[in-house]
């Protein structure tokens, strides 16, 4: 049993505690929350905030040894070029070394649970030992129907070893721009059928621009590639092409939406109630150097989520950094919401929210140091810095 406690405790469930006092089991299950008094002993205090582990909604750990290789404001279809080019620069053990690394990392700076893509098996048994919780959404893309039935196989493959291994996985769908309509509908029926997927969307412009009006880089790049099967376009934004066909039940995690109008955001949730709007901030600004329209999702009350992305277009795996991107551009945003879109929100879209995500008495959430916040402001710094106390 440990007795924690911070200048204050963000439980997530309820409001910030100032000095509180967090009662922790050896299983990791919160037993108590109260407030500090001056009989109290045996507890251990840190200077800053504390909250439940993070929740990095969106992460490819297989791409990790593609750090500093891509470069930076390349564009979407820029950044497709250079990464199907470097991919597989590295030999398989080290393609491993680094994603063993900075799963290390990340549990390191308080992640506890990813929803994680993987195009291949490289890092399940990774996933299997990790202290970190991973949700593995196995995906596949391709625009050449002659392709289709193998890539369907490969990606059951993939689904069935993670299953074998016992981790938590299930098949999912890439981006509009990226598949066939056979593998397209085929995915779609699969991950309708697991009851989850996820999805990047509206990464870019020009996949809007596309599908609407048949403009933009992706004609050049669908002709550039010589690619044989690329989607149609249909006159409506990009969002369309999955929500406009999917089942009302499926829990759907869309990542991304930099650009998202409030049209697509109108036309999704009257498709699907259970959505989540993942954000990837850093990445977003490494590729397109845009960021969502944060506002709006808020103003709508989106249940929003935070991601990581890959190494390929981040230069770290840290959710403390991606709220400090967010909150450098939209200052308005207080604490305790950016941090609920860090645990509670995406405990939820991956639905593991029985253990993650809160403070609430049971759960085993794990437990997270904030350190350098201006407690005056309720704000993250420059020099915020999350480490994982317990799990
Ligand atoms: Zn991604």
């Known amino acids: 049993m440990r007795k924690i406690s911070a200048d204050y405790i963000f439980p997530i469930h309820a409001k910030p505690i100032k000095n509180g006092v967090l009662t922790v089991g050896d299983d990791g299950k919160i037993v108590a929350l109260s407030t500090r008094s001056e009989t109290d002993n045996d507890i251990e205090l840190y200077s800053g ?7 990095n909604a969106h992460c490819h750990l297989e791409l990790s040894h593609l750090k500093n290789l891509i470069p930076e404001h390349t564009g979407i279809t820029g950044f497709i070029r ?56 196995a995906e596949a893309f391709s625009c050449n129907e002659a392709e289709t039935k193998d890539i369907l196989k490969k990606n059951q493959d993939i689904v069935d070893c993670g299953r074998k291994l016992g981790i938590s996985i299930s098949p999912t769908l890439h981006a509009s721009y990226s598949m066939c309509d056979g593998l397209f509908s085929e995915m779609k029926l ?24 048949n403009s933009g880089r992706f004609s050049e790049f669908y002709d550039e590639f010589k690619i044989p099967d690329y989607p149609a376009p249909f006159g409506k934004t990009s969002i369309h092409r999955l929500l406009d066909s999917i089942d009302k039940n499926t829990k759907i995690m869309l990542v991304h939406n930099t650009f998202t109008s409030e049209d697509d955001f109108d036309f999704a949730v009257s498709a699907n109630a259970n959505i989540t709007w993942t954000l990837c901030p850093k990445s977003n600004l490494y590729i397109e150097n845009h960021l969502p329209p ?4 808020r103003r709508k009350n989106a249940r929003i989520a935070t991601g990581t992305d890959s190494l390929s277009s981040n230069a770290n795996l840290s959710i403390i950094e991606e709220l400090l991107a967010i909150s450098n551009s939209f200052g308005n945003i207080e604490l305790h919401e ?8 995406g405990a939820e879209a991956l639905g593991i929210e029985v253990k993650y995500g809160t403070f609430e008495l049971g759960k085993a959430p794990g437990i997270v140091l904030i350190d350098n916040v201006d407690t005056g402001k309720m704000m993250l710094t420059e020099k915020s810095t999350s480490q994982i106390l317990h799990n």
């Open 49 to 55: 905030i504390i909250c439940p582990g993070f929740v």
């Open 82 to 137: 250079e990464l199907s080019k470097l991919r597989n620069i590295a030999d398989t053990q080290e393609q491993i070394q680094c994603a063993k690394f900075y799963d290390n990392q990340m549990y390191l700076q308080g992640i506890v649970a990813v929803g994680d893509i993987s195009n291949s098996n490289l890092t399940f048994e990774i996933k299997k030992q990790s202290r970190i919780f991973y949700h593995t959404f």
């Open 190 to 213: 699969r991950s309708e059928r697991s009851g989850i997927l996820s999805y990047h969307n509206q990464e870019t412009q020009d996949e809007n621009e596309y599908f609407k009006n």
């Open 294 to 297: 944060i506002e709006m999702f």
């Open 338 to 345: 950016l941090l609920t879109w860090a645990t509670l929100n």
